[in-house]
């Protein structure tokens, strides 16, 4: 005991009190802090998935590449319908790579605590980093996909257009939205073990009530205003219009986004703090 | 593993001992404090007979699961000085767990309030927080950069946690391939090596072979001497004796005495009505 301690100037203090939700500014400090340990959770998650399959990562492209072809088949050849619009099958595609990234979110996202029962019960970090790593390595694994639809809308014949660039806050919107379900859906998992069985039904059927194998209008034309009730309706609306039909989209759908978008985020996010802190006794 | 945050509320104030329980016993090696406790209690809801059956389901649609409420902690005081080595004693389900948990900042307090000063590291019997379809180094890397290190940081100790913990090539294979004391070994290299302020450690000194058993004493030892601050829970009394220099006795989530370790490890053998015997002290 001879020596005096030199205390870590980068760790100065913890305080945990019994009342409030942590400090907001404190946690996301914290949280950035710490931002290379989700990166480092997606990136062996990343390698991990198809690890020992033949074809590795190849399959971030075929599986959504076959699942459009599947649907632009159930949609356009097998319900009768004339195939004269030269961007069905870029829409079609399109939807289905963005709302599997979606759908990624939700289904991970549902999985992030329970899943990481040792890491909670052994260590202190901000629990929102896991849902970041999740959305990241959801949206890497997206990424492999935009340049398949752009061949894919380039082999029709169409050219690129300065609309196609309203696909970045379009995109920033969907992830806004998906990291705050992903983040709700976690702690309901935590309290109700059935949510992540409710999960695949509940994506099949808001693919089907989105505008993912449809144009938005067809939807609207049959809800009107309640139309926005979906919030998918107009995040996935916009990365239609803009990718594919060289549209900005209209206002009203930026506004229904971009409230959907970040009061989800917030308030999900907000549960989830005030919530974590029961998650080393509840998992 | 490894833990460390500060991102709840500070209280009002902090400095302020007078509503501090008198159970609360200070013993100063440094003069720094390393570790407050205040008036804290853990308190939680568990739920058992969780799986009700279909027929029940169909009877009673609403009726909602049994609940436990455990009182984990109850308005234990404690205040810890840096440059001490603190064992805790007592019976299993007397809260040592809990309390370290709680220092860690990985449980929160059900009511009072918890300070901690300093990088902190655990080393918890509950199953350190590897993932175990990663490999060694990959748990490493995670490890560190969970404790809010850099990957620059890490990467520094990282020959120093692969030479201690004698893993060689195994480090690149996943975890679950390794043999228990294979996994305590890479947990104690990790844990005091990323220059831990205060070292949690419950239950999870006895890791490895004789050879790694007197390694990691040494090292230990070490720790001690650059006056780290290190927290013990043991059953192995002996190993309370030999380690500390500070002791505290826990019964049903109260804290029942703070003293000598000796002192208190009688004290404890008295109440359980258990004699000293090689089955209480081992452990290194």
């Not at chain 1, 980068?10 to 305080?15: S, T």
């Not at chain 1, 549209?247 to 930026?254: D, G, H, K, N, T």
């Not at chain 2, 809260?95 to 918890?124: C, D, N, W, Y």
Request: proline share 4%; glycine share 6%; hydrophobic share 45%.
């Amino acid at each position: 005991m001879s020596s005096e301690p030199s205390i870590s100037a980068a760790h100065p203090i913890y305080r945990s009190t019994a009342k409030g939700i942590p400090n907001i500014r404190a946690y996301f400090s914290e949280f950035w802090r710490r931002r290379d340990f989700a990166v480092e959770i997606s990136r062996a998650g990343l390698r991990a998935a198809n690890a020992d399959s033949l074809i590795g990562s190849f399959w971030l492209v075929l599986n959504p590449l076959l699942l459009a072809g599947v649907y632009y088949i159930l949609v356009t050849l097998l319900s009768g319908a004339k195939i004269t619009d030269p961007m069905r099958l870029p829409h079609i595609v399109g939807g289905i790579f963005v709302y599997y990234f979606y759908a990624a979110c939700m289904t991970q996202g549902a999985g992030a605590v329970t899943s990481a029962g040792k890491l909670i019960n052994n260590t202190s970090f901000p629990r929102l980093l896991l849902i970041y790593a999740v959305v990241r390595t959801a949206f890497f694994r997206f990424m492999p996909t935009i340049p398949v639809f752009f061949l894919i809308y380039l082999s029709r014949g169409q050219a690129l257009n300065w609309h196609q660039l309203l696909a970045i806050p379009a995109l920033m919107l969907l992830m806004s939205f998906s990291f705050g379900i992903a983040a709700l859906l976690s702690v309901l998992q935590v309290y109700f073990r059935d949510t992540a069985s409710f999960l695949p039904y509940i994506n099949r059927v808001w693919l089907y009530v989105s505008p993912v194998l449809f144009y938005p209008e067809r939807i609207f034309n049959h809800l009107g205003n309640l139309s926005y009730i979906n919030p998918l309706y107009s995040l996935i609306g916009i990365w239609g219009e803009v990718l594919t039909r060289n549209e900005s989209a209209p206002i009203q759908m930026w506004i229904a986004a971009t409230v959907w978008s970040i009061s989800t985020l917030v308030l999900s996010c907000l549960l989830f703090m005030v919530k974590e802190r029961d998650f080393a006794v509840r998992i | 593993m490894i833990s460390l945050s500060e991102f709840d509320i500070p209280p009002e104030s902090t400095s302020d001992s007078s509503d501090i329980n008198t159970s609360r016993l200070s013993k100063s090696v440094t003069g720094q404090r390393a570790i407050l406790l205040e008036n804290v209690s853990v308190t939680y809801k568990t739920a058992y007979d969780r799986q009700r059956g279909f027929k029940q389901i169909l009877s009673n649609p609403f009726q909602r699961g049994e609940f436990k409420v455990v009182e984990a902690m109850d308005n234990v005081s404690l205040e810890v000085n840096h440059g001490t080595v603190l064992g805790v004693i007592g019976h299993n389900g007397a809260g040592k767990s809990t309390m370290l948990r709680t220092m860690a900042g990985i449980l929160r307090p059900s009511q009072g309030f918890v300070e901690v000063h300093g990088r902190i590291s655990t080393l918890l019997a509950l199953g350190i927080g590897f993932n175990s379809n990663r490999s060694g180094r990959e748990n490493i890397l995670l490890g560190g950069l969970a404790m809010g290190m850099s990957r620059d940081e890490v990467e520094v100790k990282y020959q120093e946690i692969l030479k201690f913990s004698e893993l060689g090539d195994y480090i690149d294979l996943p975890v679950r391939t390794y043999s228990s004391g294979m996994v305590s070994k890479l947990a104690f290299s990790v844990s005091v090596h990323f220059d831990p302020d205060v070292l949690l450690i419950d239950e999870a000194l006895s890791a490895g072979d004789a050879a790694f058993k007197t390694k990691a004493r040494d090292k230990m030892f070490e720790l001690m001497s650059s006056a780290r601050t290190i927290v013990v829970v043991s059953h192995a009394l002996s190993t309370i004796a030999e380690l500390c220099n500070d002791a505290i006795w826990m019964d049903h989530g109260k804290l029942m005495g703070r003293g000598e370790p000796q002192e208190m490890i009688d004290k404890y053998m008295e109440h359980v009505h258990v004699k000293n015997s090689a089955v209480t002290n081992d452990d290194f």
